[in-house]
């Protein structure tokens, strides 16, 4: 009996954040993105990589912690975590996987932030001034927190998840290009044997027997050799339309127009969609990482995105320019103060002597 009555023996396993967790969590993070819908398709990845690009030529002033790289890293997290969090060291600014946060007076006051390493990540506490959080997208409720642009566009991201994984459903199953193809009156074996070699297999021939008799040689009706296709016809389910206004949708999400993607654009369409990502989308965001810099590092910090995306019109700026120095000239020769006249068109700063 002592099979019966010997105390069995408890196996006992290690458990919580490991090297696998730690991996997996980044991946579904920085890949999947929060909510794991549209985060994947072709026009999400390329509005986030043109907030790579656009972030990551930024002009820096007042720090050497915000060099390219780190620039490109925060962007892609605001695009698709909306937020980002940088600890801040001697040398660099090393980016978190993983935080969380405690505040006061909807302010973080401390953290607790993980940091992945290549042989395991390590977990660090630390105050709200030892690290840089920048946020976009920030809601009244919960100011602490950013958003992504695709968790403010949630529908338009179902939506354009719902019609991609359709169509890849249609193509993967749906028997395209399969027809099927009338046959005179033979066994029924034959048929069988016949059609055996093309049913269920995509592009081929399925063959059936005539619905006409052709007893004593006599032929049957035209119509009915004629092959008819079991391709579906997408045209109408308006796939094609529905699918360009998500992506649309999702690219105005970004703040990109959408006619940059137009296959009928032209060359100033293309600077002008670069112009408004620039001017209304990456600066704003610039100037929120400056700011953020600022207070935590001490010094005035500025990031200039439109001189090095030359995001702005070269000729009307030059003409602007020329209009404004005659009309300088003009003012100093009729007497009145330049600074005068800058301040009654809402200028005030003058420009040098």
């Not at 398709?41 to 043109?50: D, E, G, K, N, Y």
């Not at 998840?161 to 399969?178: C, D, I, K, M």
């Not at 008819?228 to 999702?250: C, N, V, Y």
């Amino acid at each position: 009996m002592w099979p019966f009555t010997r105390k069995q023996k408890i196996e006992k396993r290690s458990s919580g954040s490991g090297f696998t967790a730690e991996i997996m969590a980044a991946r579904e993070a920085y890949i999947s993105g929060r909510r794991g819908i549209a985060e994947l398709t072709a026009t999400a990845q390329s509005c986030v990589s043109l907030w790579e690009g656009g972030l990551s030529l930024a002009d820096v002033e007042g720090t050497d912690l915000l060099d390219r790289r780190t620039l490109a890293l925060c962007a892609r997290s605001l695009a698709l975590r909306g937020e980002a969090v940088f600890l801040i060291r001697d040398d660099r600014l090393v980016p978190a996987s993983d935080w969380d946060l405690r505040t006061r007076d909807g302010r973080p006051s401390a953290y607790r932030v993980s940091v992945s390493e290549a042989g395991g990540g390590r977990t660090e506490t630390a105050l709200a001034a030892e690290l840089l959080h920048i946020c976009i997208g920030s809601d009244a409720a919960a100011p602490w927190l950013g958003t992504a642009p695709l968790k403010r566009a949630q529908l338009t991201a179902g939506l354009l998840n719902a019609v991609e994984t359709a169509l890849s459903e249609v193509f993967e199953n749906a028997p395209l290009g399969t027809s099927i193809v009338p046959f005179a009156e033979a066994p029924e074996a034959d048929l069988e044997r016949l059609a055996s070699g093309f049913r269920g297999k995509r592009g081929r021939v399925l063959v059936r027997e005539s619905v006409n008799i052709v007893a004593a040689g006599g032929p049957a009706p035209a119509q009915d050799w004629r092959a008819q296709g079991l391709s579906p016809d997408l045209e109408k389910a308006m796939t094609k339309e529905t699918l360009g206004d998500a992506r649309d949708a999702i690219s105005m999400a970004f703040g990109i127009l959408p006619g940059l993607t137009n296959p009928a654009t032209t060359g100033p369409l293309v600077r002008e969609a670069q112009r408004h990502l620039a001017q209304w989308t990456l600066q704003p965001i610039a100037a929120m990482i400056a700011e953020e810099a600022t207070a935590k590092l001490g010094q005035p910090i500025s990031l200039d995105i439109m001189r090095p995306l030359q995001a702005f019109d070269s000729g009307g700026r030059a003409r602007a320019l020329s209009t404004i120095v005659k009309s300088l000239a003009e003012a100093k020769a009729a007497g009145i103060d330049p600074a005068v006249a800058l301040k009654i068109v809402d200028w005030e700063q003058t420009p040098p002597d």
